[in-house]
Structure formats: structure tokens, C-alpha cells
């Protein structure tokens, strides 16, 4: 717990996965997911969602192997992402609760705070316009492009430390998947594993320095500002 107190305070940056973690969007992305399974006649269910395609990640051939569907990855993924930017725009999306005041408490004490997702930053900037979120409180955003390879690999967070001008060490991940958390530890940096209705009952033998929920995260925080 001492080292978990000690890293927030002495933290330069915080670098936030998005879906599932500062937005709320998990359910979105398996509906989008259900919708490309469906038009070639299989069904994902979403008691193994979770645990599979957001843990774990690379779901779409997960599914596709372990059903011994004759489907192309490809093009799931290409009709996923066409439902999905179409949830988002309908709205309505919403960040989590604590997700502006943990911001603004990380921002309070000279932190850097980045967005760094496997998501496109389109898809990152329409839920955030559509939720409300403020811009002007984020250093940075970061998504998936064809030059950084996705989560578990490093380079989304190493992408961003390099733009924020930061080493590794000196910033804190906040991941809700075993793949994020993955990718903290290989690029060096600290975690912490944000605990959410979604992952509950999921386990990791990733290093984090804690597993907390949101309200927890924001406790914490709000009690280190006082002092």
C-alpha cells in the first residue's frame, strides 16, 4: 500500500486506457461485435465476451478458431468497426463518474494525463464529444495506427511517453485487461488494474501495484490532496 501512495504522488503522468476504463463503453463494442458475428449466422455470447475478447484481446480470431468458423477476420473486424462508430454517434456514451474529477485531481498535482487505447482516436474523440468529456483536460490521445502495434505490445504507451517528452518509470497505466496491464509491464511502467463490473471475478499474474475501482481510485487520490 505504501508503494501505491508513494507512485501517485511522485507520478508525471498518468496514461489511461479508454474502453472499459475511462469511458464506459465495453457493452458498445460487444453489441458492435454481436451485430459483424451475426450477418454470417454465429453468435458470441456475452457471459464469455469479457473474459475473452477484452481480457484477453485478439477475440475475433479467438472466436473464429475455437468454433471452427469459415469466416474471414478481416472482414468481422471491418463490419465491427462500422457498428461500432455507428453506436457511438447515436450516443448516448458516458465516461465513468469518477473519471473528470480523477483527471482533474492528477492534473492538480503536475501530472500529465494521456489517453493511449487500441482504439482509432476517431473512435476516441466521438465518444468523448458525445459524453461531454472536456478536451482542454487532456495532454494527449493516442490510438491505434498501422505504425504502433496493438496491446499487448508496448508502443501505444511508449508513443505517448515519447510525445509527452517522460520515461517510462515516472508514469502510472490505468488498464482494466490482462492485455493492457501486459503492455504496461513491457514498456516499464507502473499499473494500477481498474476493477469494473466487467472484470470482476477475472485474474491477472500481471504486476500492478493495485487492483481498485474507480470510487477507490478517486478515495485515494482526493485523501492525498488534502494532506
Request: with cysteine; glycine share 6%.
Amino acid at each position: 500500500m505504501q508503494q501505491f501512495y508513494s507512485s501517485l504522488i511522485t507520478a508525471k503522468c498518468f496514461l489511461w486506457d479508454f474502453d472499459g476504463c475511462f469511458a464506459d463503453t465495453e457493452r458498445l463494442h460487444f453489441v458492435a461485435y454481436r451485430s459483424a458475428f451475426a450477418e454470417f449466422g454465429h453468435v458470441i455470447q456475452e457471459s464469455d465476451y469479457y473474459s475473452t475478447f477484452t481480457h484477453l484481446g485478439d477475440g475475433t480470431r479467438r472466436e473464429i478458431v475455437t468454433y471452427g468458423l469459415k469466416i474471414a477476420e478481416e472482414e468481422v473486424s471491418r463490419l465491427k468497426n462500422q457498428r461500432y462508430l455507428e453506436l457511438i454517434r447515436k450516443g448516448p456514451v458516458e465516461c465513468f463518474t469518477e473519471t473528470l474529477p480523477l483527471v482533474r485531481l492528477m492534473r492538480s498535482g503536475g501530472a500529465k494525463v494521456a489517453i493511449a487505447s487500441n482504439s482509432s482516436e476517431e473512435e476516441i474523440r466521438t465518444v468523448l464529444s458525445t459524453s461531454g468529456f472536456p478536451l482542454n483536460e487532456l495532454d494527449l490521445i493516442v490510438g491505434k495506427n498501422a505504425e504502433l502495434r496493438k496491446k499487448p505490445a508496448p508502443d501505444i504507451f511508449l508513443h505517448a511517453l515519447k510525445l509527452l517528452a517522460l520515461a517510462p518509470e515516472t508514469a502510472i497505466v490505468l488498464e482494466d485487461s490482462n492485455r493492457g496491464l501486459m503492455a504496461a509491464a513491457a514498456a516499464k511502467c507502473k499499473a494500477l488494474w481498474m476493477k469494473t463490473p466487467y472484470n470482476e471475478g477475472l485474474e491477472t499474474s500481471e504486476p500492478h501495484l493495485q487492483a481498485i475501482s474507480h470510487s477507490e481510485l478517486l478515495a485515494a487520490m482526493q485523501n492525498l490532496s488534502s494532506v
